[in-house]
């Protein structure tokens, strides 16, 4: 990459715009930036780091404190490069955030970050984070790449040289990709931390469940100290176990047969007394029943003696069941004959309403007939009354439309106020807040250099220009605002922008449709008022809708009294006609009526006839008496009956129960004489030793089994760990030492892990690039040497740096060089390591290095070995930039670009 033209604008200590055209510097050589302490020097090299990755060179300064304090508020602030590379020709240009007048009025507004690439075929990049890709791409490098082996920033060269090892394998971790050795190391390392977690659990595993094993009674548990030792000890309380438990088992069979054999005695000694005791209980029984039967017997002979009294009243009954249906006939005539005198009767009461009625109906048909032809016109009356009762109530309802409309464009337009006067308040309050923190961070800004001053001591380089001496620092102002309080300004300040941009809208939208609503409010006032402005509209509005009310309340009558009449002839056109059908059926009606009084007057006569006919052959007058004789002599015949029935059942019941009870006591004596007498509590006594034996056996055997299946249980479990055991032991055995190595913590041995081992490999080919430049800065004195031995086996080493003395021959840590040994060091390592990255990056070729360094700690002879050193960077068409004040240098480099700078109107260049 090589640098063709530089322009800044507004941009640091450069308050206009500057433009350096540094392909007048040549191809090949040195060149010195030099200047007062403060002019702009390091800007060069920020403008162009910023240019191509969106950052300064440097850590110091960030994007935000890049506007130049100096410049017109008017002035935009951009950096833009043109630089080749590979033959091509590539511009890019970017501006930093920063707070400038607005276009529109007189306030402030923030300009956002922007960034463009131009690619040598025309075509644009223009969003920041793609120009940035873009440029990592083209050059194959990223800004901290870049700023390792083509930008070396002020303050950056110690880091390395005095680093330890856990700092540089951080640095050399991103600059020569080692993560993927570092993750291997933290791989390895949880793998043999988890087999060392599986393995703590499994012996304790195993120990819970030795613990758990169950012995014989009187056998103590024997200390064990291996799973081999463990499982055989298991293995013979399982084997005793067993055969104690099929000794019991047989024991326990034989019990059971005793037990058998003792409870089939005691139950037929008890079958014998239950014996016993029923045939004394039968005889009992039998005495008692015989008594009962001689009383039941003499009970059904007085039975027998009714029989000739059963049969009187048998026979009355029949008697009287003839005669039943001639007295259900009298019963028929007698209500036959009620019910056609009772309708006559109606028919006579019917034919006195019809006539009545008829007169009715023909007074009232001639009523109809005649206020029919009164209301003959009624219907086109109603519709004439609608259709004007419905265009005024139209009318009021676009007039209530209207005053709806003048009441909404009302609260619109005080919406409208109240947001405008918001507006205002919010604007006044992002302009001021806007003011203030441009005061406070063009304040911060001008202080940099005084906070950067403070800590400035003599003898100690300056971290901006590299002078050792300070003879004129920085004085930083008081109650000058600090970062954070500059952060809080712009905070409330983009808080209140974003307040303002919103009210703004929110004001807009209300006057959009304020406008929208006037226009249609105007509209509707000429249809409905005529030529009427929105002033008067109100008054005019009532008026005309008083007047439609008014309207409205007539024609409702009007229309309800049309409608009546209207319904009326509906009702009549309706009712004529039925009430001339009904007439005609009452005439009709009548006449049948007459027919029917005349037959039910001769029926009723015949139906008398008939019953005294039937009367005089009968004994009671009605069926009721009849049957109530009926049910008198039924209720003695069956009283009489039942007590026989009765009798007759005791008697059978009684002797049959005699011979039952005969029988129960055959069989019983019968029983007793086949049967031997037993010693029911001799058998008894045996029974319970049995039991008591039975229950202990069950009890023994129930603890063996218990035991024997929680033993085996174990014994499985047991088998099972000792296998994951074994086999997370195996891989445990060699992980350990892996591990161990791949980490560095071998016990005894130095601490290097993997990563170390490979970045040391690095790190010697850094050094021997590095010593090419140091043996001729130190005039062959001194070489750099990674430390080879650790000087403690507890921290990580490998990475160390002493430096050999080769006057003297010692060799000793490299923090014992003075100030100017140091520099050399440094510079040497971090050229070094310059040429090393850029090797190792896939032969990318930067034509152009920058050196921003401080050269004032060096005597005449180490600055003369520098430049010598530096001069070889340049051959095969390398330009290399130095920042340096020291004279010495002016003297010795030939191309120079100087800055100046005003103390009121910022820097400028020469060539």
Avoid at 213 to 234: C, D, M, N, R, Y
Avoid at 409 to 435: D, I, M, N, P
Avoid at 558 to 565: H, M, N, Y
Avoid at 690 to 708: G, H, N, P, Y
């Amino acid at each position: 990459m090589r640098p063709i033209t530089l322009t800044m604008s507004a941009f640091g200590p450069y308050a206009g715009q500057t433009i350096l055209e540094m392909d007048k510097l040549g191809k090949q050589g040195l060149y010195l930036i030099t200047g007062d302490t403060g002019a702009g020097k390091t800007t060069i090299f920020d403008a162009i780091a910023y240019a191509l990755y969106g950052q300064a060179s440097g850590n110091v300064r960030e994007a935000g404190m890049l506007r130049s304090k100096y410049a017109d508020p008017k002035t935009l602030t951009f950096v833009e490069l043109t630089f080749e590379y590979g033959g091509k020709t590539y511009t890019v240009k970017r501006n930093p955030e920063y707070v400038r007048p607005s276009k529109k009025g007189d306030g402030l507004t923030k300009q956002k970050a922007e960034a463009e690439l131009r690619y040598p075929d025309g075509r644009v990049l223009t969003k920041t984070k793609e120009v940035t890709s873009a440029v990592e791409e083209i050059l194959g490098l990223t800004r901290e790449q870049f700023s390792q082996i083509a930008m070396i920033a002020q303050g950056d060269f110690l880091k390395l040289l005095l680093a330890k090892t856990e700092e540089r394998k951080a640095i050399f971790r991103k600059l020569f990709k080692t993560h993927k050795y570092e993750a291997l190391q933290e791989k390895l390392r949880e793998r043999f931390n988890q087999l060392e977690r599986e393995k703590k659990l499994l012996d304790q595993s195993l120990e819970q469940y030795a613990a758990g094993i169950l012995h014989p009674e009187g056998q103590e548990q024997k200390e064990t100290f291996s799973v081999e030792e463990i499982l055989a000890g298991l293995r013979a309380i399982i084997s005793q176990d067993e055969e104690t438990c099929h000794s019991l088992k047989q024991e326990l069979e034989r019990t059971e047969q005793e037990l058998a054999s003792i409870s089939q005695l005691i139950g037929k000694g008890e079958t014998r007394e239950r014996t016993e005791s029923q045939l004394k209980a039968q005889r009992i029984a039998l005495e008692k029943e015989q008594a009962r039967k001689a009383e039941a017997l003499a009970a059904f002979e007085r039975e027998q003696a009714k029989v000739p009294e059963r049969e009187h009243a048998e026979t009355v009954i029949q008697e009287l069941t003839k005669q039943l249906p001639a007295y259900e006939e009298l019963r028929q005539l007698a209500q036959e004959t009620q019910n056609k005198e009772q309708e006559r009767e109606k028919q006579k009461e019917a034919e006195r309403r019809l006539g009545y009625h008829i007169a009715e109906l023909e007074d009232g048909l001639s009523q109809r007939r005649k206020e029919q032809e009164a209301v003959k016109n009624a219907d086109l009356e109603l519709e004439k009354t609608e259709n004007n009762r419905q265009k005024a109530q139209e009318a009021s309802q676009r007039l209530k439309a209207l005053a709806d409309q003048l009441r909404e464009l009302e609260e619109t337009r005080k919406e409208l106020a109240t947001a405008e006067a918001e507006y205002e308040k919010v604007s006044h309050k992002a302009k001021g807040l806007l003011l203030t923190y441009d005061e406070k961070n063009q304040a911060f800004l001008d202080e940099q250099a005084g906070l950067l001053a403070k800590n400035l001591k003599q003898g100690e380089p300056c971290p901006v220009c590299g002078s050792i001496e300070h003879p004129f620092p920085a004085r930083p102002r008081e109650n000058a605002p600090t970062e954070d309080q500059v952060n809080r300004a712009k905070e409330e300040w983009e808080t209140a922008a974003e307040q303002q941009s919103k009210a703004s809208a929110r004001t807009a939208v209300i006057r959009g449709r304020t406008e929208s609503q006037e226009q249609e409010v105007l509209r509707q006032i000429q249809l409905l008022l005529g030529q009427c402005g929105l002033e008067e509209a109100g008054i005019k509005l009532e008026e005309k809708m008083a007047e439609t009310k008014e309207q409205l309340s007539r024609l409702k009558a009007e229309k309800a009294a049309a409608l009546s009449q209207a319904e009326k002839k509906k009702a009549l056109e309706t009712e004529i006609p039925k009430t001339q059908q009904k007439l005609e059926q009452e005439k009709a009606a009548l006449v049948d009526t007459e027919k029917a009084i005349i037959a039910l007057t001769e029926t009723a006569s015949g139906l008398r006839r008939k019953t005294e006919e039937i009367s005089k052959a009968l004994e009671f007058e009605n069926s009721d008496l009849a049957k109530a004789q009926i049910r008198k002599h039924t209720k003695n015949k069956e009283a009489l009956e039942a007590s026989w029935e009765k009798a007759e059942q005791d008697l059978n019941q009684l002797r049959e129960k005699e011979a039952a009870c005969q029988g129960s006591i055959e069989a019983l004596e019968k029983q007793l004489e086949q049967d031997s007498p037993i010693d029911l509590g001799q058998e008894r006594e045996k029974l319970q030793d049995q039991q008591e034996r039975k229950q202990r056996i069950s009890r023994e055997i129930q603890d063996t089994v218990s035991r024997l299946d929680r033993n085996q249980d174990i014994l499985r479990k047991l088998q099972e760990k000792g296998k994951e055991l074994e086999q997370v032991e195996r891989e445990w055995t060699w992980m350990k030492p892996l591990s161990e190595t791949a980490n560095g913590s071998l016990s005894g041995k130095e601490k290097i892990m993997i990563e170390t081992y490979v970045q040391m490999i690095y790190f010697d080919k850094i050094l021997a690039r590095a010593n090419i430049r140091f043996m001729v800065m130190s005039g062959g004195q001194y070489e750099l040497k990674r430390r080879q031995e650790a000087g403690n086996y507890r921290s990580q080493s490998g990475l160390e740096l002493d430096v050999v003395d080769h006057y003297n021959g010692t060799r000793r840590s490299i923090k014992t060089l003075s100030g100017g040994e140091s520099f050399k060091a440094s510079l040497s390592l971090a050229l070094g390591l310059s040429d090393e990255i850029q090797s190792s990056a896939g032969g990318i070729r930067l034509d152009t290095m920058f050196v921003d360094e401080g050269f004032g700690s060096l005597d005449e002879d180490s600055l003369q070995q520098a430049v010598r050193a530096l001069t070889q960077l340049t051959e095969g068409n390398r330009l290399v930039g130095i920042i340096s004040h020291v004279n010495e240098l002016k003297e010795k480099i030939d191309t120079q670009i100087t800055v100046k700078k005003d103390k009121f109107g910022g820097s400028w260049i020469e060539f």
